[in-house]
T-cell receptor, first 112, second 113 residues
Framework: GDSVTQMEGPVTLSEEAFLTINCTYT??????LFWYVQYPGEGLQLLLK?????DKGSNKGFEATYRKETTSFHLEKGSVQVSDSAVYFC???????????FGTGTRLLVSP | DTAVSQTPKYLVTQMGNDKSIKCEQN?????MYWYKQDSKKFLKIMFS???????INETVPNRFSPKSPDKAHLNLHINSLELGDSAVYFC????????????FGEGSRLTVL
C-alpha cells in the first residue's frame, strides 16, 4: 500500500541554520504530495503541496520539490527561526484519493 | 471564528466508560474526517464522511461510532473505553475528497485511566 517515510527526529538547529527534512514515498501511480506543520498544542496546517513531478511547492520560506526519479519530497528552508519549531508531516494522496497517508512526523527544535 | 472546532479539548475518564467528542466546521466543506494521533505523533485516519455519507472506515473497532447529523458536524462516540484509546483525536474537513487540503481542529486529548 501507499506509505511515507520521514527522517527520525528531533532535528535540532540554531537560528538561521539551513533545514532539510527528508521524505520518501511509495505509491501506485502519481500521487500528490504535501507537507503539513503542527505547532505545539495545535492541529495540523497545510504548509505546501505539489501535484506532479518536478513541481516545487513553497510557502513561508519553505520549499519542497516533487522528485519522481527518487520518490522524494524533501522539505528545505534556507534560514530557520525559533518560531519554526514544530512537528512536520509529509503526506501523500494517490490519484482519486479519498484520504491522505501521513508520515510519522519530524520534530524540529530551533534554538536562539 | 474557529474554522474547525472540537469539544471537549481534554477528556479524562475510566476504562469501560462511554464518551463522545463533537466536531463542527463553518467552512462549508463537504468532507469531514477523524484522525487519531498516538503518543509518538503517528497520525492515522479513522473515518471520513462526504455529505453525511460514510466513505472511509479504516479498520476501526466497532466501539467507535461516528455520526454526521449534517455536513457541518461529525461526532465521534466511543463505547467501553480501553487504555489503548488514549490519544489525541483530530477532526478535519476539506472542500472535497481528493484535494489534499485538510483543515484540522485543535485536537481532543483523551486519557483513559
Amino acid at each position: 500500500g501507499d506509505s511515507v517515510t520521514q527522517m527520525e527526529g528531533p532535528v535540532t538547529l540554531s537560528e538561521e541554520a539551513f533545514l532539510t527534512i527528508n521524505c520518501t514515498y511509495t505509491a501506485t501511480g502519481y500521487p500528490s504530495l504535501f507537507w503539513y506543520v503542527q505547532y505545539p498544542g495545535e492541529g495540523l496546517q497545510l504548509l505546501l503541496k505539489a501535484t506532479k513531478a518536478d513541481d516545487k511547492g513553497s510557502n513561508k520560506g519553505f520549499e519542497a520539490t516533487y522528485r519522481k526519479e527518487t520518490t522524494s519530497f524533501h522539505l528545505e528552508k534556507g534560514s530557520v527561526q525559533v518560531s519554526d519549531s514544530a512537528v512536520y508531516f509529509c503526506a501523500l494522496g494517490s490519484p482519486g484519493f479519498q484520504k491522505l497517508v501521513f508520515g510519522t512526523g519530524t520534530r524540529l527544535l530551533v534554538s536562539p | 471564528d474557529t474554522a474547525v472546532s472540537q469539544t471537549p479539548k481534554y477528556l479524562v475518564t475510566q476504562m469501560g466508560n462511554d464518551k463522545s467528542i463533537k466536531c463542527e466546521q463553518n467552512l462549508g466543506h463537504d468532507t469531514m474526517y477523524w484522525y487519531k494521533q498516538d503518543s509518538k505523533k503517528f497520525l492515522k485516519i479513522m473515518f471520513s464522511y462526504n455529505n453525511k455519507e460514510l466513505i472511509i472506515n479504516e479498520t476501526v473497532p466497532n466501539r467507535f461510532s461516528p455520526k454526521s447529523p449534517d455536513k457541518a458536524h461529525l461526532n465521534l462516540h466511543i463505547n467501553s473505553l480501553e487504555l489503548g484509546d488514549s490519544a489525541v483525536y483530530f477532526c478535519a474537513s476539506s472542500p472535497g475528497t481528493n484535494t489534499g487540503e485538510l483543515f484540522f481542529g485543535e485536537g481532543s486529548r483523551l486519557t483513559v485511566l
